[in-house]
């Protein structure tokens, strides 16, 4: 299996454009998850979906930030406006079920200027 | 207030050296994860656990429910092991996950 596979690995965008980031999970896995990892707020969870359902999304900043998961293979984050505040690297990772290890995608590195 | 605090920040030891890193949280969880992020930015989950020990190579991890205290143990450390790890909970209610802020290591040859 390829892993976790995340789109863009780099985005450089500016203020108040839209971004979107894109995850494929690793086939067969129920859980999949998106966080984000800042200097100051270390890994921070923004949403999980479990059967491509979101379960909490009470990480989410604000009404900005949405995310879907249109089918079992994919997953979007999209930041609309964006803000430089929002640079940070994304990652996305899944999980088999409820008692499985969580695999990480590379991440995507997003500066917004 | 941090739900998961890891102790030390940073660490820096010689190659060979045995180190060990801690966590303690102070939610209720069902599991906790110890995760390796390298220089280069990737996250590698290295252990899931909900009780005792688990051991894989030359990595340990132990936990202790009673006193929510996890330790990560590293013997015959190498430059290799150099990275930042993040201890990290699941909560008990639900797939919340809390992280700790991460122990920089750095091991010199």
Known sequence: DAGVIQSPRHEVTEMGQEVTLRCKPISGHDYLFWYRQTMMRGLELLIYFNNNVPIDDSGMPEDRFSAKMPNASFSTLKIQPSEPRDSAVYFCASRKDRAGEQYFGPGTRLTVT | ?109
């Open chain 2, 1 to 109: 207030k941090n739900e998961v605090e890891q102790s030390p920040q940073n660490l820096t030891a010689q190659e060979g050296e045995f180190i060990t890193i801690n966590c303690s949280y102070s939610v209720g969880i069902s599991a906790l994860h110890w995760l390796q992020q390298h220089p280069g930015g990737g996250i590698v989950s290295l252990f899931m656990l909900s009780s005792g020990k688990k051991k894989h190579g030359r990595l340990i991890a132990t936990i202790n429910i009673q006193e929510k205290h996890s330790s990560l143990h590293i013997t015959a450390s190498h430059p290799r092991d150099s990275a930042v790890y993040i201890c990290a909970v699941t909560l008990a209610t639900g797939n919340q996950f809390y992280f700790g802020t991460g122990t920089s290591l750095t091991v010199i040859p």
